[in-house]
């Protein structure tokens, strides 16, 4: 994904290394940025609405066997991984970019609905996954730095695996 963002980089002339750069407060923001969305996995692990525990299911069943003999070392490679390539990507390129021909909310709008179509394993995890690129995609916006979307994502990212190992190792039992 970094190379697609590098080779996107290049051909709409934005630089994917341009706003990887702590500004204060960067390392903070992206902490506490990272609560909305944990609270928002906390409650849908426990939803009782059918739509949000058949998501989990899908979730838990589709990656759960690729993670959960996975080691919190190995996901947390693997969640700062993601966490660093598609932000850098979306927020470090694509945003930026569409930024050139539509005022920043319309690059947000499009950036945060790509994230969300790369995402669609389902409707509701496609919307899932655009609200959160509106989300990490304003953080971007109100820091111009990619640093505290990066650690809100993976840290997620970390939390959220975690879970979904957890889970399948439990119905395995």
């Known amino acids: 994904m970094l190379l697609l963002a590098w080779g996107l980089g290049r051909w709409l002339e934005v630089s994917p290394g341009e706003?990887?750069?702590l500004v204060p407060g960067s390392i903070i923001w992206g902490l506490v940025a990272t609560v909305p969305l944990l609270l928002v996995l906390a409650w849908m692990l426990r939803?009782?609405?059918a739509a949000v525990r058949n998501l989990v299911n899908l979730v838990t069943?589709?990656?759960?066997?690729l993670i959960a003999r996975c080691t919190v070392l190995q996901l947390g490679c693997l969640a700062g991984v993601a966490g660093i390539s598609e932000e850098v990507l979306f927020r470090g390129v694509v945003q930026p970019g569409i930024g050139r021909w539509l005022p920043e909310s319309g690059a947000l709008v499009l950036t945060s609905l790509?994230?969300?179509l790369v995402h669609a394993a389902s409707r509701l995890y496609a919307l899932f996954a655009a609200l959160m690129g509106l989300y990490l995609g304003s953080l971007f916006l109100l820091q111009r730095s990619l640093i505290p979307p990066i650690?809100?994502?993976g840290l997620y990212d970390l939390v959220a695996l975690a879970m979904v190992a957890a889970r399948y190792?439990?119905?395995q039992s």
Do not use: D, T, Y
């Open 151 to 153: 650690l809100a994502h």
């Open 47 to 49: 939803s009782r609405v």
């Open 61 to 65: 069943e589709q990656v759960g066997p």
């Open 169 to 171: 190792r439990n119905s």
């Open 114 to 116: 790509m994230f969300g």
């Open 19 to 21: 706003h990887l750069r």
